[in-house]
C-alpha cells in the first residue's frame, strides 16, 4: 500500500501546481484540512478497536479507502477534486493506524518492540522507495499524471486482497463499561512527552514542502522524485537498527539525537542552496524518520494502560495532526498578513510619489 501511494505523492503538488494552476497556498490548505480528518479519527478508531477487538477490520477499513482515493484523483478535474481525494485517503489512514499500531505491539516479543516497529517503517519506507522510483520513472518518461494514478492502483487493491489472511490474537474480551474514555489514566511522564510532541509539531511542515523547495532551487520534476526517492531508501536502511538501538540502549539515546537531526536538516534547507547540500539534506531526513519511528512509538506503546494501547497510540496521531494543521495556519496567516504589508507599503509609496511630481 505504501508503494501505492508514494507513486502518486510526490507528483500530487506537482500535478496541483502545474496543471490544474494551485498555489503553494492552496496546497497547504489540502494538506492541512486531510491531515485534520485523520487526525480526529485516529483516537475513535483506536478506542473502538480497544473496546470492540477489531483492529484487523478496521484496519482493511482504512486500507481500501486509500485505494478509493486513486479512483477519485482519476476523475478530479479541479483542486476542489484533489482536496476531497486527499479527505478520503486520510481518512482512511486515520481508521487504520492506530489499530495497525497496536496489532504490532501486540504481536511483539518482549524486549522487542522497538525493533518490531522499526520492521514496519523498514517496509513502510521500502514501499515508500519502490514508489518513489516509479513516480521518477513515471515524469521522466513523460507518463501522462492520471496514468500515473491509474498505475497506483494496482499494488493498492493486491495490498487490501491480503488482510483477510492476516490473522489477528484476540484476548480475553474486555469490560466494555469498564473501558471507557473517562477511565483512561495517562502517566504524568507521557503527558510532558504529548505536550513537548505537540509543540515539536507546531514547528513542522508537511514533506510536500520540502519537494516544493528542491524545485525553486533548480531540481527539475524528475529529480525532486529521485529526491524523494533518496529520503525514503535511507530511511528504510536505518529503520531496523534504530529501533533495535532503542530497544538495547534506552528510547531517549535514539529519540533526542533524532530530533536534533531534524533541527539541523531545517536549518539546511533555509541556508543552504546548492544541489549537493539539498541532497545530503535528504538523506539525513530520511535518517531522522528512521530515528524518531520505531523508538517513539515503542515508547508511547510501553507507557500505555494496558486495555488502551490503540487509544493511546491515536492520542499520539491526534496530537501530531493537529500540530501539524496549526503550524499550516499560522504559516498561511503570517503569509497573508505580509502580503497586505506590502500591499499598503507598496501603495503608501506610489503615493508619495505621485504627490513630489511637479504639476
Known amino acids: 500500500m505504501d508503494m501505492s501511494t508514494e507513486m502518486i505523492y510526490p507528483i500530487i503538488p506537482l500535478y496541483l501546481t502545474a496543471v490544474l494552476g494551485a498555489t503553494p497556498a492552496i496546497v497547504g490548505v489540502i494538506e492541512g484540512v486531510a491531515e485534520s480528518v485523520a487526525s480526529l479519527l485516529k483516537v475513535a478508531s483506536g478506542y473502538i478497536g480497544d473496546r470492540y477487538q477489531n483492529k484487523k477490520r478496521l484496519a482493511f477499513l482504512g486500507y481500501s479507502a486509500s485505494v478509493l482515493y486513486k479512483f477519485v484523483l482519476l476523475i478530479a478535474g479541479s483542486w476542489g477534486g484533489v482536496l476531497a481525494a486527499r479527505v478520503i485517503d486520510?481518512?482512511?489512514?486515520?481508521?487504520?493506524?492506530?489499530?495497525r499500531d497496536a496489532l504490532?505491539?501486540?504481536?511483539?516479543?518482549?524486549?522487542?518492540?522497538?525493533?518490531?516497529?522499526?520492521?514496519h517503517k523498514m517496509?513502510?519506507?521500502?514501499?515508500s522507495s519502490l514508489g518513489a522510483l516509479f513516480a521518477f520513472l513515471?515524469?521522466?518518461?513523460?507518463?501522462?499524471?492520471?496514468?500515473?494514478?491509474?498505475?497506483?492502483?494496482?499494488?493498492?487493491?493486491?495490498?487490501?486482497?491480503?488482510?483477510?489472511?492476516?490473522?489477528?490474537?484476540?484476548?480475553?474480551?474486555?469490560n466494555r463499561r469498564r473501558l471507557a474514555l473517562r477511565g483512561l489514566k495517562l502517566d504524568a511522564r507521557l503527558k510532558w512527552y504529548f505536550a513537548v510532541l505537540f509543540l515539536f509539531c507546531l514547528g513542522n511542515s508537511s514533506n510536500v514542502f520540502l519537494l516544493l523547495k528542491a524545485q525553486s532551487r533548480g531540481f527539475s520534476?524528475?529529480?525532486v522524485m529521485l529526491l524523494y526517492l533518496i529520503f525514503s531508501v535511507?530511511?528504510?536502511?536505518?529503520?531496523?537498527?534504530?529501533?533495535?538501538?532503542?530497544?538495547?540502549?534506552?528510547?531517549?539515546?535514539?529519540?533526542?539525537?533524532?530530533?536534533?537531526i531534524y533541527g539541523l536538516v531545517y536549518l539546511g534547507f533555509a541556508l543552504l542552496t546548492s544541489k549537493v547540500s539539498l541532497l545530503i539534506l535528504f538523506v539525513a531526513y530520511g535518517a531522522y524518520t528512521a530515528f524518531i519511528s520505531g523508538a517513539e512509538r515503542a515508547l508511547i506503546a510501553e507507557a500505555s494502560p494496558a486495555d488502551y494501547q490503540g487509544t493511546v497510540l491515536g492520542i499520539y496521531g491526534m496530537l501530531q495532526g493537529f500540530g501539524l494543521l496549526l503550524s499550516s495556519m499560522i504559516g498561511g496567516v503570517l503569509?497573508?498578513?505580509?502580503?497586505?504589508l506590502i500591499a499598503v507599503i507598496l501603495r503608501s509609496g506610489k503615493g508619495r510619489k505621485a504627490a513630489d511630481r511637479p504639476d
Do not use: N
Open 90 to 99: 486520510r481518512t482512511g489512514k486515520g481508521i487504520r493506524t492506530a489499530p
Open 104 to 119: 504490532v505491539a501486540q504481536s511483539s516479543e518482549k524486549g522487542k518492540l522497538g525493533g518490531s516497529y522499526g520492521l
Open 123 to 127: 517496509l513502510d519506507m521500502a514501499g
Open 138 to 174: 513515471f515524469i521522466a518518461f513523460g507518463m501522462k499524471y492520471r496514468a500515473a494514478f491509474l498505475w497506483s492502483v494496482i499494488p493498492g487493491v493486491v495490498a487490501v486482497t491480503i488482510i483477510p489472511l492476516i490473522r489477528e490474537e484476540k484476548g480475553a474480551a474486555p
Open 221 to 223: 520534476t524528475s529529480e
Open 234 to 260: 535511507s530511511a528504510s536502511i536505518l529503520a531496523i537498527p534504530a529501533g533495535r538501538l532503542s530497544d538495547r540502549f534506552g528510547r531517549s539515546r535514539i529519540l533526542i539525537p533524532g530530533y536534533l
Open 335 to 340: 503569509g497573508i498578513v505580509s502580503a497586505l
